[in-house]
Nanobody
Framework: QVQLAESGGGLVQAGGSLRLSCAAS????????MGWFRQAPGNEREFVAA????????YYADSVKGRFTISRDNAKNAVYLQMNGLKPEDTAVYYC???????????????????WGQGTQVTVSS
């Protein structure tokens, strides 16, 4: 299993930027596809972005495409979410998630992921 811990959330004005980080522990990180999800109050947890275990493929929800960028550094056991052009509707708790080792594909569903972080709050004011 991989233990995950998010950081970098906070309060930002609309149009601003934040960079979320997810630190992972465990020897298998470089073989684990990773994703970011978010959950706003009263809403289901929804897919935001995913990256393959090699970093060669990335996937995005339509609502964030062109504004958010997912990346990873396997040497540092970390995955990142750069968020630009933030909107009030981006306000949510953001979760980092990891799939079982060597699983491929886009990974857009919650059930595609085995390991979850505790979440970090992102609040965008208008």
């Amino acid at each position: 299993q991989v233990q995950l811990a998010e950081s970098g959330g906070g309060l930002v004005q609309a149009g601003g930027s934040l960079r979320l980080s997810c630190a992972a522990s465990g020897r298998t990180f470089s073989s684990v596809a990773m994703g970011w999800f978010r959950q706003a109050p009263g809403n289901e947890r929804e897919f935001v972005a995913a990256i393959s275990w090699s970093g060669g493929s990335t996937y995005y929800a339509d609502s964030v495409k062109g504004r958010f960028t997912i990346s990873r550094d396997n040497a540092k056991n970390a995955v990142y979410l750069q968020m630009n052009g933030l909107k009030p509707e981006d306000t949510a708790v953001y979760y980092c998630a990891g799939r079982p080792p060597f699983y491929g594909g886009a990974g857009r569903l919650r059930d595609d992921y085995r390991d979850w972080g505790q979440g970090t709050q992102v609040t965008v004011s208008s």
